[in-house]
């Protein structure tokens, strides 16, 4: 076999795309409500009727129930990511994943090298030959004949793919606060990033180009307002998983327990892939994928200031 090989400068090839979404999500989120109300079980759905509107508020502020919500399924092209990425989103209860497959042809050998290893010259050296080992190794039991699903055990867990992910914005917006934790997550937290930006990208585009009506553009953007890393509504930093706390300090330790795992956690956040990332982010002056705070967060660290908000 040849050896294509490409590695990726951390999570610089990732990317998302939106594939489908219920564009008709308010006349359906309609159809249900009203079937609660028995004075409204025979009012037909129209974007002008007060009734209508004051229901798909209702829904969207969770002053009704949320089954409507989990109607509103969306669907992501995510590719180039890495198989530690794929485990991590892959734990979420409902939702659906069409992955690509290793199993029925070779694999192409891409490899994602975290930004904070590529950047060291030595250490992006030493990975490289780390990958090139692995890669021939595959190669040469795909050429001896072992299947590909066996030689496959012997590739690392940088090797990139690419998947379709379909989940509803409930659910979507409830992994959301843990996966954007600067202090919990890295590849993931890029992924859902991606994914909230392309998601209110297309539903602009749709919206004036009348593809949508008025309430399915408020339901979706209305709701995908409110993700964010979980703290950030009070404004508190969180975490309490002790490798690194609350080190990335977007916001104050929410109590002692925050400030003790910060204070003993186990890792410097400066030497992690994700503070390079985001450093990227700001230097590429990519801030639409930041949050509220976090252009600030930055500007912080690049005066030397690390452990105040």
Same mark, same amino acid.
């Given at each position: 076999?040849?050896?294509?090989?490409?590695?990726?400068?951390?999570?610089?090839?990732?990317?998302?795309?939106?594939?489908?979404?219920?564009?008709?999500?308010?006349?359906?989120?309609?159809?249900?409500?009203?079937?609660?109300?028995?004075?409204?079980?025979?009012?037909?759905?129209?974007?002008?009727?007060?009734?209508?509107?004051?229901?798909?508020?209702?829904?969207?502020?969770?002053? $009704?129930?949320?089954?409507?919500?989990?109607?509103?399924?969306?669907?992501?092209?995510?590719?180039?990511?890495?198989?530690?990425?794929?485990?991590?989103?892959?734990?979420?209860?409902?939702?659906?994943?069409?992955?690509?497959?290793?199993?029925?042809?070779?694999?192409?050998?891409?490899?994602?090298?975290?930004?904070?290893?590529?950047?060291?010259?030595?250490?992006?050296?030493?990975?490289?030959?780390?990958?090139?080992?692995?890669?021939?190794?595959?190669?040469?039991?795909?050429?001896?004949?072992?299947?590909?699903?066996?030689?496959?055990?012997?590739?690392?867990?940088?090797?990139?793919?690419?998947?379709?992910?379909?989940?509803?914005?409930?659910?979507?917006?409830?992994?959301f606060g843990m996966r954007c934790e600067n202090n919990l997550s890295d590849e993931i937290n890029l992924?859902?990033?991606?994914?909230?930006?392309?998601?209110?990208?297309?539903?602009?585009?749709?919206?004036?180009?009348?593809?949508?009506?008025?309430?399915?553009?408020?339901?979706?953007?209305?709701?995908?307002?409110?993700?964010?890393?979980?703290? $950030?509504?009070?404004?508190?930093?969180?975490?309490?998983?002790?490798?690194?706390?609350?080190?990335?300090?977007?916001?104050?330790?929410?109590?002692?327990?925050?400030?003790?795992?910060?204070?003993?956690?186990?890792?410097?956040?400066?030497?992690? $892939?994700?503070?390079? @990332?985001?450093?990227?982010?700001?230097?590429?002056? @990519?801030?639409?994928?930041?949050?509220?705070?976090?252009?600030?967060?930055?500007?912080?660290?690049?005066?030397?200031?690390?452990?105040?908000?």
């Open positions: 076999m040849k050896n294509l090989a490409h590695y990726s400068a951390g999570y610089s090839d990732v990317d998302v795309s939106i594939v489908d979404y219920d564009k008709n999500i308010a006349r359906h989120a309609w159809n249900c409500y009203r079937m609660t109300w028995r004075e409204l079980q025979d009012v037909e759905y129209d974007v002008n009727d007060k009734r209508v509107r004051e229901a798909i508020r209702n829904i969207i502020a969770f002053k $009704a129930l949320p089954m409507p919500r989990e109607q509103a399924l969306m669907t992501f092209r995510i590719e180039n990511v890495s198989r530690v990425c794929l485990a991590q989103i892959t734990r979420q209860r409902k939702a659906a994943f069409n992955v690509e497959s290793q199993m029925p042809q070779p694999v192409g050998h891409n490899v994602i090298i975290p930004l904070n290893i590529w950047q060291d010259e030595n250490l992006r050296k030493e990975a490289i030959e780390l990958c090139e080992a692995s890669q021939n190794f595959y190669n040469k039991l795909v050429d001896m004949g072992i299947p590909y699903q066996d030689a496959r055990y012997m590739l690392i867990h940088g090797q990139t793919t690419s998947f379709v992910y379909v989940v509803d914005i409930n659910t979507f917006c409830g992994s992924v859902y990033r991606l994914c909230l930006h392309r998601m209110l990208e297309q539903l602009e585009e749709d919206y004036e180009s009348g593809d949508i009506d008025e309430l399915t553009y408020l339901f979706y953007k209305d709701i995908l307002a409110g993700c964010d890393c979980q703290g $950030a509504k009070q404004r508190k930093g969180m975490n309490t998983d002790k490798v690194f706390g609350n080190s990335f300090m977007r916001f104050n330790d929410a109590n002692e327990e925050v400030t003790a795992a910060t204070v003993n956690c186990t890792c410097d956040f400066k030497k992690s $892939a994700w503070y390079a @990332e985001l450093m990227r982010m700001y230097d590429n002056e @990519e801030f639409e994928l930041l949050f509220p705070g976090e252009k600030e967060m930055i500007e912080r660290w690049k005066a030397g200031i690390f452990n105040e908000t």
